[in-house]
């Protein structure tokens, strides 16, 4: 099976040029379909994880590159077509290239712009605890130095503090400014809740044309449509939100109810 | 038990012995000082004995004693190499029959036996030096134990590549049996068959045994081999940082309610640390607190796992706004070890962004081989509220970029929006204002108007009627106490006696 083995390899890889090129036009319906296509060549591999040889031939390296390589172009494919739970599956998927076949497989360079833009999304869902554990997996050294992982972390640690002015420009400056695109859109929307309640907290009352350059709202019109939907108050050129003034503070009767009524039954059975 | 602890005084002081009293006494004079290799080969035999009672009558105190008595010998075998080796030998191929499959393999790896040429075999009339009276056949636990004395001499001398084909063996043999006895001495052996692997750097090749070894002893109800295995997983999985598998781990298996306190502390801080990774600040500090109560509390013993409880129980504290106790830090034998936390606390205290980045700088290599450096990464926001907290306090209306110099923020423009936030968490009480960028604290205010003191009251109120109930149900009564009351046998016996004569008694007057 060795000449048929090389023969679908080589079929494998004449698609994979195809999906390629109609990748880099931008074509995202071929595509999707081309994607399709290779992924059915592949059932044909015989040596792909989990079924990895431990000391792989020529050949069976190549199905494992070319595997690899479909699978990271699709990963980058479903990012353009927004189709996030498809992004999540190459992801899953490509790990285990990344970990076990490491040391079979020459290092790809697409390998940390993946993992990075896999990191923003999590950061963009707001799935923190998922992000801080995909980060201890990665080698500390390694976090530090490179530009694709040190952007998310960074990000991370700017939300983390409260300096949301940065991620608001990191957006347009930013290392994914083409492909990491959506999440950062996602992150931004976010990041736009959390400084407009820290402002309702912290301001009495501010100034229009200032508050719309800090949630970095294009014009005014958009900053009506957010005011009335979190019901600040615009009169002139001050914006003053809804919670003025102090409510007396309300006591929690029920709760205090049901402590008293404890303490008395835990009192009652001592003897 | 009183025959072992008449042998303990090797020589003359048995019974027979007395019979020949001049050529005992003459024998004992001569005796050379006190022989490492007699006291080995006498352990040995005590440990035999312990384990076939144990097997014989179950008790646990047997498996104690032989598990105390396998630690005396792995470190006298660790003092003196040179002496043990060959005893060990001898014992092994005294104890094992020529026809058993492993007989050839552990002689293999010690060195050659000694030969049985000592001073009382000298002593012809008595029984001990006439050898072994009768060949006992070899108890499976026996067998277990004399495999991971020789499982340990080849760790620590040092040879770890030939230990890990005999780990390997081991673990078929233990999966081989079924026998209750078995667990006390197999959690032995899987502890030193995973501790080879760790040595040799390929702890991920044995975890899928590990993992099946678990699944079986968690049927056949080994409890002690079940908590061993569990930390042994746990502590592979960090090792190799596959914290989401630790975490499935954990919510598929229980840890038994009978282990040891040793495991449970291991367990605990196990524990805590993947719940740390995993934002879960406050349960990870309740695992790690009561980790360093379980750990043995004189300073001597396990300072390796009181000094990485503590170290990562100071960082959790300080994630969740708390100051660690300074006592840990001042005692003399971790002081040295603390020291880079130290100055990590006294940042965090002083809110001082600078000392942080210097500490951080200082002694990055020692937090990332203690394996804390993602979570010290995350204290930067602590430093900068604790600092933001003491300007607050201190300054009715401060400007914000002073107060940005104060904390000595990288970049001064944020300061603004970490105010903000910083109001919104609640950490300050302050507002802002814009136009002029200052920063307006309000004061204080009559903290008995609110509700904390409640709160604070609660929680005291709590803990202390569950330590009542707690207290209550650890009440028993003195074991013998209802012995007293009842009557035993005799007065029983006794009394249907009696009742029976009466029983009798009444029916003759009823014929009259």
């Known amino acids: ?271 | 038990r009183r025959a072992s602890s008449c042998r303990r005084r090797a020589g003359s002081s048995m019974p027979e012995a007395m019979e020949i009293e001049t050529p005992a006494k003459k024998a004992e004079e001569e005796k050379p000082p006190p022989d490492p290799a007699a006291f080995y080969r006498a352990d040995c035999k005590l440990m035999a004995s312990a384990v076939e009672r144990f097997v014989a009558v179950r008790e646990a105190r047997f498996a104690t004693a032989a598990l105390r008595l396998m630690a005396v010998l792995r470190g006298a075998g660790r003092s003196s190499p040179a002496v043990t080796g060959p005893v060990l030998a001898a014992f092994v191929s005294a104890s094992f029959s020529p026809s058993h499959p492993l007989r050839e393999r552990l002689l293999a790896a010690l060195p050659p036996p000694a030969v049985e040429a000592e001073p009382v075999a000298a002593n012809s009339k008595s029984p001990e030096g006439a050898g072994e009276p009768k060949k006992r056949p070899l108890l499976p636990e026996m067998e277990l134990l004399l495999e991971i004395l020789v499982l340990q001499s080849l760790i620590d001398g040092g040879k770890v590549a030939e230990s890990l084909p005999l780990a390997d063996t081991v673990l078929e043999r233990i999966g081989g049996w079924n026998r209750r006895t078995l667990d006390p001495f197999a959690e032995r052996a899987y502890f030193y068959a995973s501790f080879a692997y760790e040595k040799a750097g390929r702890i991920e090749s044995i975890r899928s045994r590990l993992l099946a070894a678990q699944r079986t002893a968690g049927l056949h109800h080994y409890s002690a081999c079940q908590a061993t295995l569990l930390n042994l997983l746990l502590r592979s999985y960090q090792s190799a940082k596959l914290f989401v598998q630790a975490d499935k781990l954990l919510a598929k298996s229980t840890f038994p309610e009978t282990a040891s306190n040793a495991q449970l502390a291991r367990f605990l801080y196990y524990n805590g640390r993947i719940k740390a990774l995993q934002l879960e600040y406050s349960e990870a500090h309740r695992c790690l607190l009561q980790a360093q109560r379980k750990a043995p509390q004189t300073s001597t013993k396990a300072v390796g796992f009181k000094l990485a409880a503590y170290k990562l129980g100071a960082i959790v504290q300080l994630l969740l706004g708390e100051i660690p106790e300074r006592a840990i830090f001042r005692a003399s034998n971790t002081r040295a070890a603390m020291k880079p936390y130290q100055q990590l606390v006294q940042a965090v205290r002083l809110g001082d962004l600078a000392a942080f980045r210097d500490a951080m700088t200082e002694h990055a290599a020692t937090f990332t081989a203690d394996g804390n450096a993602t979570l010290v990464m995350r204290l930067r926001q602590n430093v900068i509220r604790a600092g933001l907290r003491n300007i607050s306090l201190a300054y009715a209306r401060i400007r914000l970029t002073d107060a940005a110099q104060k904390l000595s923020l990288d970049h001064p423009d944020d300061m603004e929006s970490i105010a903000a936030k910083a109001i919104r968490d609640g950490v300050i009480d302050a507002s802002i204002d814009h136009v002029s960028g200052v920063l307006i604290s309000t004061g204080a205010h009559d903290t008995y108007s609110t509700l904390e003191p409640q709160a604070a009251f609660h929680k005291r109120i709590v803990f202390c009627l569950n330590l009542h109930n707690d207290a209550v149900k650890a009440m028993t009564y003195p074991p013998d106490a209802h012995k007293g009351e009842l009557p035993d046998a005799d007065a029983i016996k006794e009394r249907q006696r009696e009742e029976q004569e009466l029983a009798e008694a009444l029916a003759e007057e009823d014929e009259f």
């Open chain 1, 1 to 271: 099976s060795a000449p048929e083995m090389a023969e679908s390899i080589q079929a494998a890889a004449a698609l994979l040029e195809q999906f390629k090129s109609s990748f880099a036009k931008e074509e995202l319906d071929t595509s999707v379909k081309q994607l399709a296509q290779l992924k059915i060549a592949m059932l044909s591999f015989s040596s792909l994880p989990p079924a990895i040889p431990a000391v792989p031939s020529s050949s069976q390296q190549q199905e494992l590159l070319l595997a690899r390589d479909v699978l990271e172009h699709g990963a980058l494919v479903s990012i353009k077509t927004v189709d996030i739970p498809a992004f999540e599956r190459h992801i899953a998927q490509l790990k285990v290239y990344y970990t076990h076949c490491a040391s079979l497989l020459p290092e790809s360079p697409r390998r940390y712009p993946l993992l990075g833009l896999n990191l923003l999304r999590l950061l963009a869902q707001n799935r923190i605890a998922e992000f801080h554990t995909e980060l201890e997996l990665l080698p500390p050294g390694l976090q530090a130095s490179n530009e694709f992982l040190k952007f998310p972390a960074q990000l991370e640690q700017h939300i983390m503090e409260g300096s949301y002015n940065r991620v608001l420009s990191a957006k347009q400056t930013g290392t994914y400014a083409a492909e990491g695109l959506y999440f950062m859109d996602m992150l931004v929307d976010t990041v736009r809740d959390e400084i407009a309640e820290c402002s309702e907290k912290a301001y009495k009352a501010i100034a229009v044309s200032d508050l719309q350059s800090m949630l970095m709202l294009g014009s005014e019109a958009e900053l009506n449509d957010f005011a009335s939907g979190r019901s600040w108050r615009i009169d002139g050129a001050n914006v003053t939100f809804g919670t003025d003034g102090d409510k007396p503070l309300a006591l929690p009767a029920s709760q205090l109810i049901h402590e008293s009524l404890a303490y008395a039954k835990e009192l009652e059975r001592i003897v």
